[in-house]
């Protein structure tokens, strides 16, 4: 066989063979039987050796032109396979987002913060602007700017945490009122003010020595019980959803006078008696009063221009009395079956 006739020969040859070729792989080996260094291009050039210098030209030509012919066509059906098996690979990988996921838990706002948040808002939304303190606080601001005067049995009522003599855990949030008259310049103001407390209390299912409070007051000219009373009803309306019907028991706080423990009616049984209320028709939700003129004083305002009045509630107490849950313990076991109800 003339070298032409071999030349057309393996052309004839790639050409079927390339066209059954399947895939990348076999792609590449057909490159290297063809073009490789001990590939079929490799004889042809030790052969056009042995033929006469006249010739070689012409025969070189045809040689390299079917080369080059089989290069194309190797690249170009290669970046065909490259292409289709790349998409057959991302088609193979690909991620149905539409699938419903693995289920895992995840993490919900307790309760407690949700109620917290909850009445603060409807605070909020009557004017009220939050302050917040820490739980670690002087003794002179949960205490004697307080109008709590020193040995006086008022301070161990509230069980207090000591740090040391002059730091403790706050007892209740009214401790914002003392900070906040400081602070200001006015002395007048309207503040909400949530938080966490802690008492040295024996842990029951009504008492619980960590406890959130939420104390709102307003210090301003010609604030009186009314203003209270007016705050009061709307918060619990539109806290339990209900009319609610508000009743004041005298009660003592050094830091107000005169001071009340607040009632509202029964949210079960509208006054009737049921269990939730214990058969009185009433369910005690607040303390409140109007601010002492010594708490006054010692924050620096003038009691003669100004008044106030505070109150404040348990978090705790409310959620148990909306949601009838029977245990405040139950709120800090945090048994994920009970905590999920919410
Ligand atoms: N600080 C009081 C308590 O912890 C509640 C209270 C707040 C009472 C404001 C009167 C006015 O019990």
Redesign the pocket.
């Known amino acids: 066989m003339s070298i032409e006739e071999r030349v057309s020969s393996v052309r004839r040859d790639f050409s079927a063979e390339i066209s059954s070729a399947k895939s990348s792989e076999e792609l590449a080996d057909i490159r290297v039987r063809y073009l490789g260094k001990k590939g079929i291009f490799r004889n042809f050039s030790e052969e056009l050796k042995k033929v006469p210098p006249e010739e070689r030209p012409s025969l070189g030509a045809l040689i390299n032109s079917c080369k080059a012919f089989i290069e194309e066509e190797i690249s170009s059906v290669s970046e065909k396979f490259l292409e289709e098996e790349e998409y057959k690979r991302f088609f193979s990988e690909r991620i149905d987002v539409t699938l419903p996921g693995e289920a895992c838990f995840s993490g919900g706002e307790h309760v407690l913060k949700k109620t917290l948040r909850e009445v603060v808002d409807i605070f909020v939304s009557l004017g009220f602007s939050i302050q917040e303190a820490p739980n670690i606080e002087s003794e002179a601001n949960n205490f004697s700017l307080l109008n709590f005067p020193d040995d006086h049995p008022a301070r161990q009522m509230?069980d207090t945490f000591y740090l040391d003599e002059k730091t403790l855990l706050r007892?209740?949030?009214?401790n914002v009122?003392a900070r906040e008259l400081k602070r200001s310049q006015s002395k007048r103001m309207k503040v909400v003010a949530p938080g966490l407390?802690f008492r040295n209390e024996d842990v029951s299912s009504r008492s619980h020595m960590m406890f959130h409070?939420i104390?709102?007051?307003l210090i301003d000219e010609n604030v009186s019980m009314v203003d209270l009373i007016v705050v009061l009803r709307e918060v619990f309306q539109r806290f339990f959803n209900k009319n609610v019907r508000l009743k004041f028991r005298h009660?003592y706080?050094p830091?107000?006078e005169p001071?009340?423990e607040v009632d509202v009616s029964c949210i079960e049984c509208a006054e009737k008696g049921c269990s939730l209320c214990k058969n009185t028709g009433w369910l005690e939700v607040?303390?409140?009063?109007m601010?002492h003129p010594n708490v006054l004083c010692k924050g620096g305002a003038d009691p003669e221009k100004l008044s106030g009045?505070?109150?404040?509630?348990?978090i705790e107490r409310l959620v148990m009395l909306r949601h009838g849950i029977p245990d405040i313990r139950l709120f800090f076991e945090n048994d994920v079956k009970f905590l999920k109800q919410f």
């Open positions: 509230h007892t209740h949030t009214s009122q407390c409070q104390e709102a007051f009660s706080f830091f107000v001071g009340v607040a303390g409140a009063g601010i009045y505070a109150l404040g509630m348990g």
